[in-house]
């Protein structure tokens, strides 16, 4: 199952004409979360956009650079605690319906994806996705990384790909994103994200209507600011582990 990009509103089409839940237009309200008027954009959309970029970019490679020690050193636990890869590779979906290589440090035993249809009864997540609490796939040294949210870090090499933001969306599954509605098709609007409003507002304790929501509220609340809020928020999210099961 695939995405057909077409259903996606890219915001490259300016004449494009975004509708709420009431089906009314709003043109006008979209145009000035853009900072733009009917003609374009505007500079300060197209500022924050570029600024986002930077930061990105800036961000990944000095991440990447002063955390190489400890990123050897997760890499080793892994490898020494079970057998399997140290690197989990699967796809997902990215901006208009793009998919790409999506990187984690293996928090789960080999085949785990496999497994998961048996687990189905047991799933404590509303809507499209899969969670539950004491997963059994998951790996005595993966319930301390997934807490802490360290098997995310891998993803800052897709951030150096382009595939992804830092703050964004988080990227779905295929399968899910193929169910998803006309409303929740806006989230892929954007890039996807390691860090987003869902991740700070309370993780895997939201129910997947309300995740869907702050993800479309920040796809139209963009900017620069917004960003760097985020990411400030998600520091003492990360360090309390509320919600990361």
């Keep these: 199952m695939s995405v057909n990009p077409s259903n996606i509103p890219e915001r490259k089409n300016?004449?494009?004409i975004l509708r709420d839940k009431n089906a009314r237009s709003r043109p006008a309200l979209f145009?000035?979360?853009l900072g733009s008027d009917e003609n374009g954009y505007g500079q300060a959309a197209y500022f924050d956009l570029a600024f986002i970029a930077f930061l990105d970019f800036l961000l990944?490679?000095?991440a990447l650079l002063l955390l190489l020690p400890a990123l050897m050193i997760l890499a080793l636990v892994i490898r020494i605690?079970?057998?399997g890869p140290i690197?989990?590779?699967q796809k997902r979906v990215g901006q208009f319906g793009r998919e790409f290589w999506f990187y984690k440090f293996r928090s789960m035993i080999v085949d785990a994806e496999n497994m998961q249809a048996a687990l189905h009864?047991?799933?404590q997540a509303s809507g499209?996705?899969?969670k539950m609490h004491n997963d059994p796939r998951v790996t005595k040294f993966g319930r301390v990384i997934r807490k802490y949210s360290l098997d995310e870090l891998p993803q800052l090499v897709n951030v150096l790909k382009g595939d992804m933001s830092i703050v964004g969306p988080r990227p779905a599954l295929p399968a899910e994103a193929a169910r998803y509605s006309t409303e929740q098709l806006r989230r892929l609007e954007?890039?996807?994200g390691i860090t987003g409003l869902w991740q700070v507002s309370g993780r895997s304790d939201l129910s997947f209507e309300r995740a869907i929501q702050l993800d479309i509220e920040y796809v139209e609340r963009r900017s620069a600011c917004l960003y760097v809020i985020i990411l400030i928020r998600t520091i003492p999210a990360v360090i309390a582990g509320t919600g990361a099961y």
């Design 14 to 16: 300016k004449s494009r």
């Design 31 to 33: 145009l000035r979360i």
């Design 60 to 62: 990944a490679v000095t």
């Design 81 to 83: 605690e079970s057998p």
């Design 87 to 89: 690197l989990f590779k």
């Design 121 to 123: 009864c047991c799933n």
């Design 128 to 130: 499209l996705l899969f």
């Design 190 to 192: 954007i890039k996807p």
